[in-house]
């Protein structure tokens, strides 16, 4: 600090870092983003050292001053951050020796940045999955809420995007519910790793003052000291399981709004996007586009390419800390960030778009719907095997085809031609609304069991 250009450890070191590395290097425009996490965890810190007696109390309480008047400072927009200052902790700890002199520099003691720099993040990451699993929660209410106005909506289920079987509307958009409910298991499970606290691994092998662990441990609101220093300063498994569980939920989102995309189309009609959500176009003036839903489809690839970032960081990488380990922070805080948007989007769709009952029935009474239902009513009705009332329904299919005919266009005589023993209560296999309630299994979309699967979901 003697000399402007020089960092606090510059001492052995006799030349000036070169300018453009240091530029290009430093992280604090990125890390200053943990400047609340780093302050409360050096209080802790050092009312630990004080405690087993490694500090006195005047300059504990005197760091602490120091710590608390900087935080004031950031908060207020009254600092400068300084790319020369590498990384928030060196900056933070250059600031208090401005405030406090020399004994700012009691403030590192038994501590490196590399365990410092680890339970910043952790604690960092503990609050935003919170958030992230807050706001999951609305989306998982805002579709309940959907299907709640929709068991009756019948629609086509589509595989290949071929219509396949009748569903309820609201059957397919709890799906929605058990992907981001899963979405949200993920990013409970995270807990596990993140409670575990790093702080007083020190650079990597520990320290030999004698430091109380469980008293941060307990002071910052972990559950347990991590087990071993040299596997705490090198591991960001933490940072790859989360970014794992937002890939997943951003895949998730983009493909609702993928669905939501062709539903939209002027093809499909089957929902309408309310004018919050759409954009207009620059030449078409009849345009209405989805955009919200494109941004959210694409969106996806920023997880996808963190993830992959950090797990190429961390390929072959030995222990312990390394400076490829600084961009985590980059890594995560764009993850979060993307994530937190498309999930607060994605809210605002579910509450801004209509849905064409008519046009879904329409839909779903094309494409021969109901024949596995007829396929099925031939098994059950006579006690043919499966594979035998299939090839029987082609046939029935096939002749609708020729004849331009939905299955429930055909004549009872029709259908006697084609299947000397049908009985006359096969009509009913083709009703749609009769095909979905038929579907009782335990997930399947009848009507009572979507109605079991909301008040379960809301109880949740
Ligand atoms: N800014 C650094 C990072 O995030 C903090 C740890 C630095 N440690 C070191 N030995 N250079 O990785």
Redesign the pocket.
Known sequence: MKKKNKSIWNTRIKGNTSNFFQKVSS?IDV?KRLFKEDILASIVHVEMLNRQKIINFKVKNKIIWGLKKIQNLIVKKKYIFDYKDE?I?MSIEKKLYELIGEDAGYIHTARS??DQ?LVDLKIWMTNSNHKLIKTLDQTIKNIIKIAEKNIYTIMPGFTHLKNAQPISFAHYMLAYVEMFSRDKKRLENNFQSLSQNPLGSGALSGTSFNIDRNFTTKKLGFKSPTGNSIDTVSDRDFVLDFLYASSLCAMHISRLAEEFIIWNSDAFKLIALNDSIVTGSSIMPQKKNPDSLEHLRGKVSNSYGNLFSMMTILKGLPLS?F?D??DD?KIVFDTFDNLMNSIKILNDVLKNFSVNKSEMTNLANKGFITATDLADHLVKNLNYPFRKSYQLTARIVNYCEKNKKKLSDLSYKELKMLEPNIKEDVSKVFDLKNSINSKKSYGGTSFENIKKMIKKYKNA
């Open positions: 992280s890390d990384d902790h940045r590399n720099v800390y400076k380990l600084q922070k």
